[in-house]
């Protein structure tokens, strides 16, 4: 089992949708948890993170992670065109006195006009 | 943007064939790492460096080697390209390791090996 899984899609929704976008997670160790958006032919950049449990807004957008169930969520709101990308959720904790930071595959999401 | 380059941007190679990959950065950041991106494996880690000299393994670092003479500069070396290695390599930066420290990421590299 991969310590972070995700499933990879793709999502396609018309503008204005609320989008959700799950990750699952097996490392009791990870107390970070970051989404990464990436547009296409382009390096993936840091939209939000979140420590431990709970919710953090910015925006149209909403992280969420849940500790007890092993479970991370963003949410997009009133999702627009711009907002098609591929979303990569992380999870990141000290392991073996190194940090370790594990992505998941991605999910590839396109808002329709 | 986080001043990192990539080169090349693409490359096209032989199996057998060495190839070099470069990561300059001009924010003066400790951290630095090469990742692959792979469909169906999405980013792995090859090698980071946490200072000039000082570099470790990835979880994919077999068949690579990496170098880090000067802060600004990480190399990506492939002694002898295989298949297996064509990918898009992205080179990543960081000032911090740990907690919420950022990965910004470079545009990547896209390596064919025939």
């Known amino acids: 089992q991969k310590e972070v899984e995700q499933d990879p899609g793709p999502l396609s929704v018309p503008e204005g949708a609320i989008v959700s976008l799950n990750c699952t997670y097996s490392?009791?160790?990870?107390?970070?948890f970051m989404w990464y958006r990436q547009y296409s032919r382009k390096g993936p950049e840091l939209l939000m993170y979140t420590y431990s449990s709970g919710n953090k807004e910015d925006g149209r957008f909403t992280a969420q992670v849940d500790k007890s169930s092993k479970y991370i969520s963003l949410f997009i709101r009133d999702s627009q065109p711009s907002d098609s990308a591929t979303y990569l959720c992380?999870?990141?904790?000290?392991?073996?006195?190194?940090?370790?930071?594990?992505f998941g595959k991605g999910t590839k999401l396109t808002v329709n006009p | 943007d986080a001043g990192i380059t990539q080169s090349p941007r693409h490359k096209v190679t032989e199996t057998g064939t060495p190839v070099t990959l470069r990561c300059h950065q001009t924010?003066?950041?400790?951290?630095m790492y090469w990742y692959r991106q792979d469909p169906g494996h999405g980013l792995r880690l090859i090698h980071y460096s946490y200072g000039v000299k000082d570099t470790d393994k990835g979880e994919v670092s077999d068949g690579y080697s990496v170098s880090r003479s000067k802060t600004e500069d990480f190399l990506l070396t492939l002694e002898s390209a295989t298949s297996s290695q064509t990918s898009v390599y992205f080179c990543?930066?960081?000032?911090?390791?740990?907690?919420?420290?950022?990965?910004?990421f470079g545009e990547g590299s896209r390596l064919t090996v025939l």
């Open positions: 490392n009791s160790a990870f107390q970070y």
């Open positions: 992380a999870g990141k904790g000290r392991q073996g006195g190194s940090e370790k930071l594990v």
């Open positions: 924010e003066n950041h400790r951290y």
């Open positions: 990543a930066i960081s000032g911090l390791a740990g907690g919420t420290g950022e990965l910004f």
